[in-house]
């Protein structure tokens, strides 16, 4: 990185460049399908140890960056008054089925704050998941807000707006204290100055802001080694961490890439998805932190990259492939569950 764990970097745009072809789709014995993308594999002093494209481009993490927005919550004690249990820290850095223990947990955190899910501000959907959509329409139900998949995140930042003796109304507004705190919370962790960064409104209406995604891998990998930060907030990085390995299930639910994988890898991997084909990886016995993101916004090729990094750098090892080797070479089924194809790494590219 250019001196990222030194300066802040400032935000420049420009042409991003061709990325290579790092995930491939078969159909019999052609390639029908490629997947563009580019991985940054950082250190917690901010020297890239490997990637694969452009990895300068300015990217929206979207909410793979859960973990730095909940960084203040654990860090001002707001977690803490308010009684909050670790699987309550962990679904505020989900991304969530909006299955029943979802709803009911972020339910929790609202009892708690003595307020309702009426002072939600990110909206109501059904499951991204067509299973528990499925089941929670038969069953006469409609979803509130507390099914929305960052509910957890909403109602932690509900918590650190009460902490902070802020508004509760309007914390989804860039101006507020609570998104004030947490933008200084991601510039210092990812090195890089966003006064200039291109933002928009996230899916559940709080603010998203676009960095380079080397910065990004080195905010994970100084979450993953927290040790040079300040205690306070070393302290909440690794309290998040262990929440999230206590409660993988809180993070994602039923059939969910970030949970299977934390399920099988432990405290070995913090894993985080985020949309449009973006993935954050911190890994605590390495000190490395891994951004990814997939050109064309496909989770399918976003998780097999994900994998495939993951297998290299050697945190997913042999004994754990019998159930995670499924997203390193994902077979494809057609209607009658025939084996048609593949979707697998391009063989060429994911080397180091």
Same mark, same amino acid.
């Given at each position: 990185?250019?001196?990222?764990?030194?300066?802040?970097?400032?935000?420049?745009?420009?042409?991003?460049?061709? !990325?290579?072809?790092?995930?491939?789709?078969?159909?019999? =014995?052609?390639?029908?399908?490629?997947?563009?993308?580019?991985?940054?594999?950082?250190?917690?002093?901010?020297?890239?140890?490997?990637? +694969?494209?452009?990895? *300068?481009?300015?990217?929206?993490?979207?909410?793979?960056? *859960? %973990?730095?927005?909940?960084?203040?919550?654990?860090?001002?004690?707001?977690?803490?008054? /308010?009684?909050?249990?670790?699987?309550?820290?962990? @679904?505020?850095?989900?991304?969530? !089925?909006?299955?029943?223990?979802?709803?009911? @947990?972020?339910?929790?955190?609202?009892?708690?704050?003595?307020?309702?899910?009426?002072?939600?501000?990110?909206?109501?959907? +059904?499951?991204? !998941?067509?299973?528990?959509?499925?089941?929670?329409?038969?069953?006469?139900?409609?979803?509130?807000?507390?099914?929305? !998949?960052?509910?957890? *995140?909403?109602?932690?930042?509900?918590?650190?707006?009460? *902490?902070?003796?802020?508004?509760?109304?309007?914390?989804?507004?860039?101006?507020?204290?609570?998104?004030?705190?947490?933008?200084?919370?991601?510039? %210092?962790?990812?090195?890089?100055?966003?006064?200039?960064?291109?933002?928009?409104?996230?899916?559940?209406?709080?603010?998203? +802001?676009?960095?380079?995604?080397?910065?990004?891998?080195?905010? /994970?990998?100084?979450?993953?080694?927290?040790?040079?930060?300040?205690?306070?907030?070393?302290? %909440?990085?690794?309290?998040?961490?262990?929440?999230?390995?206590?409660? =993988?299930?809180?993070?994602?639910?039923?059939?969910?890439?970030?949970?299977?994988?934390?399920?099988?890898?432990?405290?070995?991997?913090?894993?985080?998805?985020?949309?449009?084909?973006?993935?954050?990886?911190?890994?605590?016995?390495?000190?490395?932190?891994?951004?990814?993101?997939?050109?064309?916004?496909?989770?399918?090729?976003?998780?097999?990259?994900?994998?495939?990094?993951?297998?290299?750098?050697?945190?997913?090892?042999? %004994?754990?492939?019998?159930?995670?080797?499924?997203?390193?070479?994902?077979?494809?089924?057609?209607?009658?569950?025939?084996?048609?194809?593949?979707?697998?790494?391009?063989?060429?590219?994911?080397?180091?």
């Amino acid at each position: 990185m250019s001196d990222a764990a030194e300066t802040k970097t400032k935000i420049t745009m420009g042409e991003p460049g061709a !990325n290579p072809v790092l995930i491939e789709v078969t159909r019999g =014995p052609i390639v029908e399908s490629r997947h563009r993308g580019a991985v940054a594999v950082v250190d917690s002093r901010g020297q890239v140890q490997a990637s +694969w494209g452009d990895i *300068k481009q300015v990217v929206y993490p979207r909410s793979a960056i *859960k %973990a730095f927005q909940a960084l203040p919550l654990v860090e001002t004690g707001a977690a803490d008054e /308010f009684g909050f249990t670790p699987a309550e820290i962990a @679904l505020a850095c989900a991304s969530h !089925n909006g299955e029943a223990v979802h709803a009911e @947990l972020a339910g929790g955190m609202l009892d708690k704050l003595g307020l309702s899910e009426a002072d939600l501000e990110c909206g109501a959907h +059904w499951s991204l !998941n067509a299973e528990v959509a499925r089941e929670m329409a038969a069953s006469g139900g409609v979803p509130d807000q507390r099914h929305n !998949n960052c509910s957890g *995140k909403h109602a932690g930042m509900l918590a650190l707006a009460k *902490k902070l003796g802020a508004p509760v109304k309007g914390y989804v507004d860039v101006t507020h204290p609570v998104q004030q705190r947490i933008l200084g919370t991601m510039e %210092a962790m990812c090195g890089v100055e966003l006064r200039d960064a291109p933002r928009e409104k996230d899916g559940c209406s709080v603010p998203t +802001w676009a960095m380079p995604l080397e910065n990004i891998a080195y905010g /994970f990998a100084r979450f993953a080694a927290p040790g040079d930060l300040a205690e306070a907030r070393a302290d %909440a990085c690794r309290r998040i961490a262990e929440a999230v390995a206590e409660n =993988p299930y809180m993070v994602a639910g039923r059939d969910r890439y970030c949970t299977e994988v934390m399920e099988v890898l432990g405290r070995r991997a913090f894993v985080k998805t985020g949309a449009e084909g973006v993935f954050c990886v911190a890994l605590p016995d390495y000190g490395l932190g891994v951004a990814v993101k997939c050109d064309d916004g496909a989770t399918r090729a976003a998780e097999a990259m994900t994998t495939a990094v993951l297998r290299q750098i050697g945190v997913i090892e042999d %004994a754990d492939l019998k159930r995670l080797e499924k997203y390193l070479e994902v077979p494809l089924l057609n209607r009658r569950a025939f084996k048609i194809g593949v979707i697998r790494p391009a063989s060429s590219e994911f080397s180091f």
